[in-house]
């Protein structure tokens, strides 16, 4: 079949770069926002606009967050002698429902992966260690790295770099019991708040 419309084409292709999304998920959600009512397209657009202008990197704990310090790093009664280290914000929130953990975060937004050619100078590792040299508060760093090659990976390195630049700090990691290879975001509350109390 000839191309009916490059720019459709174009569309599909940038939605198919969205984590989650194939070729037939990605088409149909372009037809649907080009479908004769376009206000929901509309309304996204300008949604996406705002975010992307309005949503930053906390400056403490990297989340994304309309502030310049989130919230939570911002929340005094918080136990600001923890850092809890997760990869996305959406691990952070799921941490957060289970209400078991009081202290702060850092959010990587991304993991080590040598597969994928991706290093400690490619996720946020830096400013993650400036943090911890500078903080003189933080007792204890709990890594909630997913139990998949890159979440180890990514565990080791940040267990390597904090015992070189800040050797007095206490590093754990979530214990086992959350099933290898499996995402935090799809554990169940109870699950990750059992781990937190018995991490090692
Ligand atoms: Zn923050």
Avoid at 45 to 60: F, G, I, Q
Avoid at 94 to 118: C, D, N, Q
């Amino acid at each position: 079949m000839p191309t009916l419309s490059p720019t459709l084409d174009d569309l599909v292709d940038a939605l198919k770069r969205l984590p989650g999304l194939g070729p037939r998920s990605a088409s149909r959600i372009a037809e649907q926002l080009l479908s004769d009512d376009r206000r929901q397209a509309a309304k996204l657009l300008k949604t996406l606009e705002r975010a992307v202008k309005t949503v930053k990197h906390c400056e403490l704990c990297n989340t994304l967050t309309d502030e310049v310090v989130c919230p939570i790093c911002a929340d005094a009664s918080r136990d600001r002698t923890k850092i809890c280290i997760v990869e996305t914000p959406a691990d952070q929130r799921v941490i957060e429902e289970t209400m078991a953990y009081r202290g702060l975060y850092f959010v990587l937004m991304g993991l080590i992966s040598p597969v994928k050619g991706i290093g400690a100078e490619d996720i946020n590792m830096q400013k993650l260690l400036e943090r911890v040299k500078k903080d003189k508060l933080v007792r204890e760093v709990l890594i909630a790295t997913p139990f998949t090659p890159e979440g180890d990976a990514t565990a080791h390195f940040i267990a390597k770099a904090m015992a070189s630049v800040a050797p007095q700090i206490r590093v754990t990691r979530l214990a086992r019991g959350i099933p290898a290879g499996v995402e935090l975001e799809y554990t169940d509350a109870n699950t990750i708040a059992g781990a937190i109390f018995g991490r090692r």
